[in-house]
Structures are given as C-alpha cells and as structure tokens.
C-alpha cells in the first residue's frame, strides 16, 4: 500500500506560478514512476508531468512552463508551474507506480485545485 498526501494548490492569476508537492508513504521502494495528471470539469484527466528513472515526461500544453521533481530521500514528487494560464485550471492528481515483483500497481492522490484567474 502506498498512501499519497498532496499540497499546493490554490488561486493564482494568469500568469503566476504555484508549486504542487506529493509525499508518498508505505511501500515507497516499489515505486518506480511518479506524476502528477489533472482534469478540467467536463474533461478526461490527463497527464501533465511523469518522472521515472531520472528521466522526466511531459503533457505537450506545458511547453516548457512545468518541471517535474523527485526527492527520493523524501519520496516526494514536486511539479513547479510557472506562466499559468485559465486552461491550467482543473483538479490535479499526484499519480504513483511500481512493481510489486511481477505485479504492477497504482496509486492516485485525492486531487488538490489549482484555479487560475484571467
């Protein structure tokens, strides 16, 4: 089991910048992909940013606004969004897998808002 504690979200206006943070806990060595997806009312959720191995993903919106973190000393994920534009706006979702030996799984956190006003 892994459990997932979001932070960050909130009201922003166009063009500000806002830091989401996910601290993950439980069977964290088995984790080996961590991001961060969102979804707008009315829309399917999406991934906004991965990161695994070192190497990081991106949802083709961000062009180069976001950046996606790890600190697998404190088995964090951070995503720091700059430029924010309304469209940012939605429920963002930290997003985890692994491996369980041949098993995989996921995990998702309970969402946190980011808002951004024009």
């Known amino acids: 089991q892994v459990q997932l504690v979001e932070s960050g979200g909130g009201l922003v206006e166009a063009g500000g910048s806002l830091r989401l943070s996910c601290a993950a806990s439980?069977?964290?060595?088995?984790?080996?992909?961590m991001g961060w997806y969102r979804q707008a009312p009315g829309m399917q959720r999406e991934l906004v940013a991965r990161?695994?191995?070192?190497?990081?993903d991106y949802g083709t919106f961000v062009r180069g606004r976001f950046t996606i973190s790890r600190d697998n000393a404190k088995s964090t994920v951070n995503l720091q969004m700059a430029s924010l534009k309304s469209e940012d706006t939605g429920v963002y979702y930290c997003h985890v897998g692994g491996l369980y030996g041949v098993r995989s799984f996921e995990y998702w956190g309970q969402g946190t808002q980011v808002t951004v006003s024009s």
């Open positions: 990161i695994s191995s070192g190497k990081a």
């Open positions: 439980g069977s964290i060595s088995d984790i080996n992909a």
